[in-house]
């Protein structure tokens, strides 16, 4: 029996049982549509929960002040921290004083128009910009500043890059070469490079750079390894003032402990972040343990925070999926007792569908067909019911909070296209059963 004959004979099937196929329908699109809307919720509340949490990064931070780099090494508080295995490596940096490093004592800042900066081959002058704003300059233009980094520790903790990550997708923090390691080496940022009207990155990586301010050479005999993205630098949380001159710093040196204190970089800062935001209670533990709270800088609540905000998505996740496994179950229990009782009152036409000829596979094929365009009706109508409830749940969540739930276009389709497909096939594995266990009982009572 060909496909086409098939198709012809469940639709006829179809027309034949309007009622049954309205009620399978109803159910089958209300159990897609309720897990679905969960889908989506999930992958909203999921996404404002990331937002809580990466916006909350450098909260999670651990600083503690050094008046010399030279002592990095040697101090007792940083030996006691080394000694929480949840926190990583530290950064320890500086922001170089270039007002008068320079031997510009006068001048509040050194804007790039003043700046030239030289390879072995070539000379790029600098030019300045009012129109970029870095995050609580009021200055709005860019200026010469310059972060000392301490060789042989990081650069970028993990979690600052898992956070880049976050907020710029499929975008890396080091967006050309590599993260500077070795003394003598240095990165720039994207927008540094291009306000000395370089475009084609191979013209300064990989090559001895030298950054003159108004003709002087200031720093001399460095290796550019990599760019930096720029926009790292605007990602900070929204009303806390910070050091502003550590996130205008956008040529980062990395420099022995004598280096640093002979450019002016003071304070020196070690700054401890956890291997993973979840180990923030454990990270305050430890250091409440070791006393070491007075010496350290660190959001006190950020342990707390994290732990009422991942339980509260932890609860509010459980809650959800009892909900919709309860709905679900009930959902199925009415469409194996519909598709049930149908296939019982069929039992005449497959037993005259089988008198003419038509074998049990292709029987079963038909059936399989019927259910299956019964499958996709209720697809197609789930998928709507779930776009409008998306629609105005968000804003319905706009309103009252102030944030919707932000799943995208693409996002619902990427989720349609893992979740429905999936209903689908459960639904015809469910009828699948169903048709072989009343089949089975149909064959045992005729032979009785």
């Known amino acids: 029996m060909k496909i086409l004959n098939r198709l012809k004979a469940a639709s006829y099937d179809l027309g034949a049982k309007s ?9 089958l699109s209300f159990i897609i549509s309720v897990m679905l809307i969960t889908a989506l919720i999930s992958a909203g509340i999921t996404n404002y929960y990331n937002k809580l949490i990466y916006g909350d990064m450098y909260d999670c931070r651990f600083t503690y002040t050094l008046e010399k780099a030279e002592e990095a090494e040697s101090d007792t508080v940083i030996k006691k921290i080394y000694g929480i295995p949840e926190l990583s490596k530290p950064i320890i940096s500086a922001v170089a004083d270039v007002t008068a490093g320079s031997g510009n004592n006068m001048v509040e800042y050194i804007n790039l128009e003043r700046v030239t900066l030289k390879t072995e081959e070539s000379e790029f002058k600098g030019s300045d910009d009012r129109t970029f704003s870095f995050k609580g300059n009021i ?6 500043g310059v972060n ?3 060789a042989g520790h990081s650069i970028f903790s993990d979690i600052q890059k898992q956070v880049f990550g976050f907020y ?5 923090l080091v967006k050309a070469g590599r993260e500077m390691t070795a003394v003598n080496e240095m990165m720039m940022s994207d927008y540094i490079i291009s306000h000395f009207g370089i475009t084609d990155y191979s013209q300064v990586l990989g090559h001895r750079i030298s950054l003159c301010i108004d003709g002087v050479p200031y720093i001399t005999g460095y290796t550019l390894t990599g760019i ?5 630098y605007r990602i900070l949380p929204e009303g806390l003032n910070y050091d502003l001159g550590a996130y205008t710093a956008q040529v980062l040196l990395c420099c022995s402990a004598e280096t640093i204190s002979e450019m002016g970089g003071a304070p020196v800062k070690a700054a401890f972040y956890p291997e993973n935001y979840s180990d923030l209670p454990a990270v305050i533990k430890s250091i409440d343990e070791r006393q070491l709270s007075s010496e350290l800088d660190y959001e006190e609540s950020a342990g707390s925070q994290y732990l009422l905000t991942f339980n509260v998505k932890r609860l509010s996740g459980f809650i959800i999926f009892l909900l919709v496994l309860f709905i679900s179950l009930a959902m199925c229990m009415q469409i194996i007792s519909v598709s049930s009782n ?13 008198a003419i000829g038509i074998k049990k596979k292709e029987l079963f094929s038909i059936v399989l067909i019927e259910h299956f365009i019964t499958a996709v009706a209720a697809s197609v109508i789930a998928l709507g019911l779930s776009a409008i409830f998306l629609l105005v749940s968000d804003i319905c969540f706009t309103k009252m909070l102030g944030d919707g739930i ?9 989720i349609s296209l893992r979740l429905v497909p999936a209903a689908v096939l459960g639904y015809i594995l469910i009828i699948s059963v ?10 045992n009572d005729m032979l009785r």
Do not use: P, W
């Open 139 to 144: 200055r709005k233009h860019a200026m010469l």
């Open 228 to 232: 930096v993205d720029s926009d790292f």
């Open 342 to 354: 149908g296939m019982k009152e069929q039992e005449q036409y497959f037993a005259m569908l089988r």
């Open 148 to 150: 000392c980094f301490l």
């Open 434 to 443: 169903i048709f072989a266990f009343e089949q089975r009982r149909t064959i």
């Open 406 to 414: 932000n799943v995208s276009a693409f996002r619902f389709a990427v």
């Open 19 to 27: 009622s049954c196929f309205s009620s399978l329908v109803r159910y």
């Open 168 to 172: 710029n997708k499929g975008r890396e």
